[in-house]
């Protein structure tokens, strides 16, 4: 019997791969590939749109903080890869 396990990789190895990822995306039909945050943002943002739905801020400012959330992840990505950039070449 064949060995599967490459073929299909275990719930955990599933887990750390997503863990490890830098970047996700997803194909749709008719926009192409887009972009999707990380699953830890992924939770502040669904906790920013729970606190607006519920009104307990305004949606304006959940707007606000999400776009400066987004902001401050990239400039931080960046940033790091410019210093992984630097060294490389020191």
Not at 10 to 15: K, P
Not at 21 to 29: N, T
Not at 51 to 79: D, F, K, N, Q, S
């Amino acid at each position: 019997m064949a060995d599967n396990s490459r073929i299909n990789p275990s719930h955990r190895e599933t887990v750390e791969r997503v863990r490890q990822a830098e970047r996700f995306a997803v194909s749709l039909p008719i926009v192409g590939r887009v972009g999707i945050p990380r699953p830890e943002h992924l939770a502040f943002y669904a906790a920013l749109g729970a606190l607006a739905a519920l009104e307990i801020i305004e949606w304006p400012v959940a707007v606000i903080v999400a776009a400066g959330h987004v902001m401050a992840a990239e400039e931080h990505h960046r940033t790091l890869h410019d210093i992984g950039d630097a060294l490389e070449m020191a």
